[in-house]
T-cell receptor, first 113, second 114 residues
Framework: NAGVTQTPKFRVLKTGQSMTLLCAQD?????MYWYRQDPGMGLRLIHY???????AKGEVPDGYNVSRLKKQNFLLGLESAAPSQTSVYFC????????????FGQGTRLTVV | QQQVKQSPQSLIVQKGGISIINCAYE??????FPWYQQFPGKGPALLIA?????SEKKEGRFTISFNKSAKQFSLHIMDSQPGDSATYFC?????????????FGSGTQLTVLP
């Protein structure tokens, strides 16, 4: 059981380049989330999804887009990367039931130069 | 607006000592309070969680104390071990509503000296 898998694990981008981060979960969870982690800031929610075909903005959505075409996948896109987007990105998923534990992937370390 | 405030930012404890991390929240709609543990290069993992209908929850060496009137909760790690060295995040979530997203504190880097 892989849980939550993020691809890639590391990436270096030049300013202005675009990329997509992929998150896949095999727990049949309804909810999926993208967070960014910066020193001293904790984890901040970028976008989230409560089901296939739905997305919503979180606390820091600017500069990012997301899509959830399949229940098990949640994609995070950067259309024009900026140095301020240098961060570690975490995907998480959780069920809609009473067990509200969120399971996290191992993270993607992104550097924008 | 930081809805969950966590302190201290870093903590150094001797092996066998007690580690205490504190959090305070503002949103009274929060009704689920988990603590996550994160090791370097890994994603956060749920350590222990509490609902506000109880004042304390204990799992092994880890205890959450919850004060609803003060809107504060804390993590106590008894008999701290070097293997407990990690970053700890408190979080809060409103169980009502459609999203159930977690709001995290800023994290505490715990170092337990051998």
């Amino acid at each position: 059981n892989a849980g939550v898998t993020q691809t890639p694990k590391f990436r270096v981008l030049k300013t202005g380049q675009s990329m997509t981060l992929l998150c896949a979960q095999d727990m049949n969870h309804e909810y999926m989330y993208w967070y960014r982690q910066d020193p001293g800031m904790g984890l901040r929610l970028i976008h989230y999804s409560v089901g296939e075909g739905t997305t919503a903005k979180g606390e820091v959505p600017d500069g990012y887009n997301v899509s959830r075409l399949k229940k098990q996948n949640f994609l995070l896109g950067l259309e024009s990367a900026a140095p301020s987007q240098t961060s570690v990105y975490f995907c998480a998923s959780s069920s809609a039931g009473t067990n509200t534990e969120a399971f996290f992937g191992q993270g993607t370390r992104l550097t924008v130069v | 607006q930081q809805q969950v405030k966590q302190s201290p930012q870093s903590l150094i404890v001797q092996k066998g000592g007690i580690s205490i991390i504190n959090c305070a929240y503002e949103n009274t709609a929060f009704d689920y309070f988990p603590w996550y543990q994160q090791f370097p290069g890994k994603g956060p993992a749920l350590l222990i969680a509490i609902r506000p209908d109880v004042s304390e929850k204990k799992e092994g060496r880890f205890t959450i104390s919850f004060n609803k009137s003060a809107k504060q909760f804390s993590l106590h790690i008894m008999d701290s071990q070097p293997g407990d060295s990690a970053t700890y995040f408190c979080a809060a979530r409103a169980l009502s509503g459609s999203a159930r997203q977690l709001t995290f504190g800023s994290g505490t880097q715990l170092t337990v000296l051998p």
